[in-house]
């Protein structure tokens, strides 16, 4: 994982300068590099003209600590962006209202008083990461909507509360031109990518009276119940119940911004989704999540219509042969290694394929009898049945996105094993290969999956 010096930190100096040419952003304190040179006297402007100063040296302090921005973001302008994010999705504020969450949001709003410095990164995302903004406004409100239905305690909901406000601060301390990359990123620029997340929980342990343990929730939101999150790669009994709300709120807050609205699919849609990954995250947590979005009147309505459904059930049993096929060699693969190794991955792997099975066998949605109903369904157009066939596709694409990390996961495990002969070791790389190939093929023609869950 990429390391981190907020004395050296040059991106968010530069994000700050750059503020500065749209409002007021001052020294609160003479700010020295770490050699006791003076850079600059307190109450002076910092802006572009100023930012030579401050990025060619190292700090004696980070910052974020020594700069005041005139009109930051505080209790009433955050009260009023979060429901500016539910007025854009009305199933949202119906859930807002029904849940009677307006007092509760209020009062969290207030903490802002507390932390000069949340407020000012907060402003800093407003103003030059609008997307980031909007997406971390959901993030909080979801987290704080799963946390009062789950009965958090005021100590934990708060929290909760503040780390899903400052759970992405670490993406506005790296580099921008990796954040900005439209082509696929590269290994060592997804590692800084995900260095966020303990980026994060260094800004959060700096923040003057802040519980420490709003960092730690802050470090774990990328982390996964069967252990294939990051940075730390944790297994469900060393997380906390708060990191996994925002992990669970995060995901599929992505989800629906990254993929769902822009296909046409609706929150309803997350229903599937939600179920498949119904055991990445604490239970009670998705409980709580299901309970939080009935409360929106959702919608029953397809994606699936007249006029697209023998593209999309045949895309339907394409995913079918897909999965049956992937299932059964990952299978072979984890059997042949044997049981008694209990190497990480191996763990991960085989935590994934009890999953993916579960959803298998409760739901019946690979057997062959289900598939000639969903074929009779295309012939027929059974407009009835159009949002149940509507489900199981997207439990399928999920499905397969998670067998297919499985493989990566695999992988790994096999370069670092020495339990395995070498042989044997070909033998299993060969099958991941090929099953790497179809799934690759399978989707040749469709939108690249959100790999921020691969494990390192």
Known sequence: ??????????????????????????????????????????????????????????????????????????????????????????????????????????????????????????????????????????????????GSQMKLDKAQLEECFLAALAHDFGMMHIDPAVLEKKEKLSAPEWRQIQAHTVIGKTLVENIPGMNPRVARIVVEHHERCDGTGYPAGKFSDRLTKESQIIALSDSVVSVYLNRYEKSGRTIRDLMPFIQVNSESHFYECYAALVAVLKQGMLTEISFITNDNVTKQ??????????????????????????????????????????????????????????????????????ESAYREAADVLIMLEEMEWHLTRTIKILDNFLDQSTAIENSDKETMRARLIHSKSDAKQEHQSETVVDEKFVIN
Do not use: C
Not at 96 to 114: I, R
Not at 332 to 344: A, I, K, S
Not at 353 to 359: D, I, N
């Open 313 to 382: 059930l045949e895309h339907l049993v394409s995913k079918n042969d897909t999965l049956n096929y992937l299932l059964s060699a990952l299978e072979n693969v984890v059997t042949e290694v044997g049981q008694e190794n209990e190497h990480r991955f191996l763990q991960s792997a085989r935590t994934i394929l009890t999953q993916v099975m579960k959803t298998v066998r409760g739901s019946g949605i690979l057997d062959e009898g289900y598939i000639r109903w969903i074929k009779q369904v295309s012939i027929d157009k059974i």
């Open 1 to 146: 994982m990429t390391s981190f010096d907020p004395l050296a930190d040059k991106a968010y100096a530069v994000r700050l300068a750059d503020l500065g040419e749209t409002r007021e952003v001052i020294a609160s304190e003479d700010i020295y590099n770490d050699q006791g040179t003076l850079l600059i006297k307190k109450g002076m402007p910092v802006n572009k003209k100023m930012s030579e100063r401050i990025i060619r040296f190292k700090l004696l302090r980070p910052i974020e600590s020594s700069i005041d921005v005139t009109g930051s973001v505080g209790a009433r302008e955050l009260f009023r962006d979060i429901h500016s994010v539910l007025e854009q999705w009305a199933p949202l504020q119906t859930m807002h209202a029904n849940l009677g969450l307006e007092t509760t949001l209020k009062q969290l709003s207030m903490l802002l008083a507390k932390y000069p410095v949340l407020r000012q990164k907060l402003t800093v995302m407003q103003e030059q990461m609008q997307a980031l903004y909007r997406q971390t406004l959901a993030v909080t409100w979801l987290s704080m909507a799963i």
